[in-house]
């Protein structure tokens, strides 16, 4: 179990990236935390001859909450940036879904944007950059571009970057006033790659204003997928919730939950069947919905604790 | 020779790196290739790092960098460079003076065949510094990333709570005689 023989780079500044990758890409690969390629290399399920380490380049590690939008460094860890109050506070289901991602030691090192480059259908991040509807910014020699995940993710661990291509930073859009947003997960083991998962962002009409007291309304609720889709697929589901009062939400759980079981396409292993997966997607999706819908503003869970966890728990 | 093989038997690439482990600056003269597990074990001859799976599961090979408990298996030697590389041995590596986490260890009977302590032990002495009074649930939660194969983790958990009550009473301590010599210097 150890890498074949290869050449480390360690560029100090973008350019170098840049004009590294420009010569090594297609022998070689970024490696930012390594906890994704290291495993690969140990494994030798690949042999690049050049790895451009960019750990130690400056201007890679903002972590900056700018207007609504929260702006992630290609070297912010997935520790860093779930421990960020700026961060929790403009969008509450960012740490909430990176509680989930492994366990401490590997969230220290492992990137967020290294998560999204690698692009596993199991992996947190790039579901919810989808779901809030974010976008990378991207650069090259060539030039610079920026890609929202649509376009990012082409199928599972792949995406549409070049060779030559580093994620310079994540974009996250804050949460819109009104809205709520949680993340939840059963995973076999604590720090496992999740059977199954589910973020939601729940928009409703009450927008800070004083209302006197009276009920706020749901008006939208979209719904992404951890290890039950192939790639971020985010499914909209306004037409089963728009209208219905936040204390009345048992009546649409049951349509959100066919709608979603509908939507998801899980495969089969040794872990859970499809049948199984699709279950506990829909399981997971009615509680998550519900704790939303009691929440005050924001959403993201408490303390950590998650009711599938405790539940769920071995 | 046609080029492919040419190739594949090129000369293995290596480079002088410096590593600084437990306080001491190394300069090493290593493959690119080589972990920083393999090089504490290999080339500093600090063998209390242990090796189980190789792909950041078991935490057998957990180290600090900078304060921070990371795998050793999933970081080449040469990346490591430019930090503080801290080993169960930086810990404490004198049997009649254990650290802290270590005594809280013989005081639980955390360990049996051990494989797993190092790991537990670089991981829970991050962890109590940061959380100097976890619960039973934040207890769990920290050594969750760790595997070990004899104790049934029961008293490994105890352990992380008797890390907290030695730190926290030889933190007293520290205060203690802080103050007895900030009055003396008075
Ligand atoms: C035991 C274990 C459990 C794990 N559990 C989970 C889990 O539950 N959920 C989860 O989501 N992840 C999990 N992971 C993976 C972890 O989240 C990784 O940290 C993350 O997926 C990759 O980030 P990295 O910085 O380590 O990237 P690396 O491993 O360095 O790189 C990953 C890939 O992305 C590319 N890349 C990295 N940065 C850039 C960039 N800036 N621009 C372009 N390409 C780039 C690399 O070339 C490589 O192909 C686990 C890992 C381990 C070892
Ligand atoms: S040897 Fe590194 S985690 Fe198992
Ligand atoms: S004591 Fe033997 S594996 Fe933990």
Redesign the pocket.
């Known amino acids: 179990m150890k890498p074949s023989p290869l050449r480390i780079h360690r560029p100090k500044t973008i350019e170098e990236i840049l004009e590294l990758l420009s010569v090594h890409g297609t022998s070689g690969?970024?490696?930012?935390?390594?906890?994704?390629?290291?495993?690969?290399l140990n494994m030798r399920l690949a042999a690049p001859r050049n790895l451009i380490d960019?750990t130690s380049a400056a201007g890679?590690d903002e972590l900056e909450v700018v207007g609504d939008e929260i702006r992630v460094g290609?070297?912010v860890?997935?520790r860093r940036l779930e421990r960020d109050p700026a961060t929790t506070s403009a969008n509450p289901i960012l740490a909430d879904a990176l509680r989930?991602?492994?366990?401490p030691a590997?969230?220290n090192?492992?990137?967020?944007?290294?998560?999204?480059?690698?692009?596993?259908p199991?992996?947190?991040?790039?579901m919810i950059l989808a779901l809030t509807g974010g976008w990378?910014e991207?650069r090259s020699v060539r030039g610079a571009r920026s890609l929202t995940t649509e376009s990012l993710n082409v199928g599972p661990l792949e995406?549409c970057?070049e060779p030559d291509?580093?994620?310079?930073s994540a974009v996250f859009p804050a949460l819109r006033p009104g809205q709520r947003a949680g993340f939840d997960e059963l995973?076999r083991r604590s720090?496992?790659?999740?059977l199954a998962g589910v973020g939601m962002i729940l928009s409703t009409d009450d927008n800070g204003v004083d209302r006197a007291g009276a009920e706020a309304t749901i008006t939208g609720l979209k719904a992404g997928f951890?290890s039950v889709t192939d790639i971020p697929d985010i499914i909209e589901l306004d037409e089963f919730v728009a209208g219905t009062p936040l204390s009345q939400v048992s009546t649409i759980l049951d349509d959100v939950i066919s709608a979603i079981k509908g939507f998801i396409d899980p495969g089969g292993d040794i872990h859970a069947s499809a049948d199984y997966r699709r279950h506990l997607t829909g399981v997971i999706a009615g509680r998550l919905l519900k704790r939303l819908s009691r929440q005050r503003d924001g959403g993201g869970s408490p303390a950590g604790g998650s009711e599938m966890r405790q539940e769920g728990a071995r | 020779m046609n080029q492919m093989t040419s190739n594949e038997t090129m000369a293995e690439p290596t480079s002088t790196i410096r590593l600084s482990v437990n306080g001491r600056d190394h300069v090493l003269e290593v493959p690119d290739r080589k972990l920083l597990s393999d090089v504490l074990r290999q080339d500093l001859s600090l063998t209390g790092t242990h090796v189980g799976c190789e792909?950041?599961?078991c935490g057998a090979c957990t180290v600090q960098l900078d304060g921070d408990p990371i795998?050793s298996c999933?970081i080449f030697a040469a990346s490591a460079q430019d930090h503080e590389v801290t080993t169960v041995e930086g810990i404490g590596d004198d049997p009649e003076n254990p650290s802290d986490v270590q005594q809280a260890f013989i005081d639980s009977h955390g360990l049996q065949c051990g494989f797993c302590t190092p790991g537990f032990i670089t991981t829970i002495d991050a962890f109590v510094d940061e959380n100097p009074d976890p619960t039973e649930e934040e207890a769990r939660e920290a050594i969750s990333?760790n595997l070990c194969r004899c104790t049934g983790y029961q008293n490994i958990v105890k352990a992380v709570h008797r890390t907290a009550e030695l730190r926290a009473a030889c933190g007293k301590q520290h205060s203690e005689t802080d103050e007895e010599a900030s009055e003396a210097n008075r």
């Open positions: 690969k970024i490696i930012a935390g390594g906890q994704s390629l290291v495993p690969v960019i890679l290609a070297l860890s997935h989930h991602v492994a366990h590997i969230r090192r492992g990137t967020t944007v290294g998560s999204i480059a690698h692009a596993d199991n992996g947190e991040m790039p990378v991207v995406t970057l291509e580093l994620i310079t995973a720090g496992d790659y999740g951890v | 792909h950041g599961v795998r999933l990333g």
